[in-house]
């Protein structure tokens, strides 16, 4: 075989060996095992052939290439999907000091206690609740609508209403 199919083969497989590293654990062994093949390869280059500023360039482009591709890959691999976390939905989270369900307040029309930028506490039915202004910032004493809850949290927005409704009004 000829000295130029020598330094490629062993730049191919020192390449496969570094993707490889990636993907299996080895103390570094085969990441040592790739370096010494990409090695190889320049030296095979320089020595038996003219192309070695070719092979040089080759490696320079290829190895980060090649490592930022095994590094791309391996989240989507069986294993790591097993090691990684998968990060809850925002349906799925609940707070922990939260009292019961805050579905039934939707709709209703409460008080900002505090500035809510974007959270802050509001009064709602005599209760005071943390909120969550849907956009932007609402003063304190606003008259504020309970739009969702997400998270545990309920999501607030300035009530279209200008004052609070009375027994009179019921």
Known sequence: MSAVLWAILFLVFGL?????????????MIGLLAGGLLLASLWQAFTQTEYGLYFLLTDV????????YAVYLWPKTPFAKKVFLTPPEAEEMTVSHGGGRLDHL????????TPLRPSGSVDLEGRRLDAM??????????????????????????APQQSLPTFDDM
């Open 133 to 158: 202004a849907e956009s932007g910032l609402i003063e304190s004493g606003t008259l504020i609508q309970v739009v969702r809850v997400q998270a545990g949290q309920l999501v607030v927005r300035t």
């Open 16 to 28: 496969i060996l570094l993707i490889a590293e990636v993907f299996v654990p080895s103390g570094g």
């Open 106 to 113: 939707i709709g209703q029309i409460g008080r900002s206690l």
């Open 61 to 68: 482009l290829l190895m980060p290439l090649t490592l930022m």
